[in-house]
């Protein structure tokens, strides 16, 4: 039994797929797949229209996918579609939405990182690494400081010197020389895309100081790698406008718990933790 042909909706997705596009490139996309029977068939400015971007947005997103101009993109649809407009898609057969193709990409790229990391031994040789570090600066720029500040909350509760580095600007490298002065041996680096271009810069500081850099990001052929002694890599999402970096996080958990297995007193740590928050009533039961 053959299976069923995908239908516009989806073959609009396949097309889209591995590109990486500007949150206003994504815009169009979407738009284009909600609208996948009649897209083959529209006007750069009608699809401005539906997308609520500019026409020369249009045409930059055609050139972003490889094609010289909106038009050879238009005929591409049409060779997809078959030429003729498509009846809409019915419920069964339209592809789910974006919504839902989002969270269905985050869990794929969860099995992913869940294969990689049954081989244990990149995360305990990053973990001994960090926990050795005193103090341990934890740095990410832009899209990667919530993955920073989210990993340097929980570490500070096992770890006695966390030292967050979250905002560019002249004492970027100031901050990663003073931890190096203090005694750093390691920094732990967030990069998601896109890449700030202070992040390359303040990654070289780093390694000039004789740091040793372990890196979080979206791939191992990331730009930030030929500046990284390790990299761990968690893939981002990019279905919806802003990219959604759930496996960053979850390797940014896992990477800590390890940390805790080589941290001298952890439990201890937390046991005090507890029982401070407790004493003054911190949280609700």
């Known amino acids: 039994m053959t299976e069923p042909s995908p239908g516009p909706s989806a073959r609009l997705l396949e097309l889209f797929d591995g590109h990486r596009l500007t949150p206003t490139q994504r815009r169009i996309a979407h738009a284009l797949v909600r609208h996948a029977a009649e897209a083959p068939f529209l006007s750069s400015v009608e699809v401005a229209e539906l997308a609520g971007v500019s026409q020369p947005s249009v045409t930059r997103f055609a050139v972003a996918l490889g094609y010289d101009g909106y038009p050879a993109l ?8 078959g030429g003729e407009q498509a009846a809409p898609e019915s419920p069964t057969e339209a592809v789910r939405n974006e919504h839902q193709q989002a969270v269905l990409a985050e ?3 969860l099995r992913r990182l869940a294969d990689l990391l049954a081989d244990p031994e990149p995360i305990v040789r990053a973990a001994r690494l960090l926990a050795a570090s005193r103090p341990l ?16 909350y929980f570490a500070s509760k ?17 901050r990663i020389e003073q931890a190096r002065t203090a005694g750093a041996s390691a920094l732990l680096c967030f990069a998601l895309p896109r890449y700030p271009r202070e992040l390359m810069d303040a990654l070289a500081v780093a390694r000039d100081c004789g740091l040793t850099v372990l890196t979080v990001a979206d791939s191992a052929f990331a730009p930030v790698a030929k500046l990284s002694d390790l990299m761990l890599p968690a893939e981002v999402g990019t279905g919806l406008v802003f990219d959604t970096a759930c496996a960053p996080m979850v390797l940014g958990r896992v990477l800590l718990q390890t940390m805790c297995d080589e941290l001298p007193g952890a439990e201890a740590r937390l046991e005090a933790i507890e029982q401070s928050a407790a004493a003054r009533g911190l949280f609700l039961e």
Do not use: C, K
Request: charged letters at 25%.
């Open 158 to 174: 096992v770890h006695p010197d966390i030292r967050l580095i979250s905002e560019g600007g002249s004492m970027l490298a100031d």
């Open 74 to 81: 238009r005929r591409r649809l049409r060779e997809l579609g």
């Open 137 to 152: 600066p934890v740095l990410g720029l832009r899209a990667a400081s919530a993955q920073a500040h989210g990993f340097a």
């Open 107 to 109: 869990i794929a790229h």
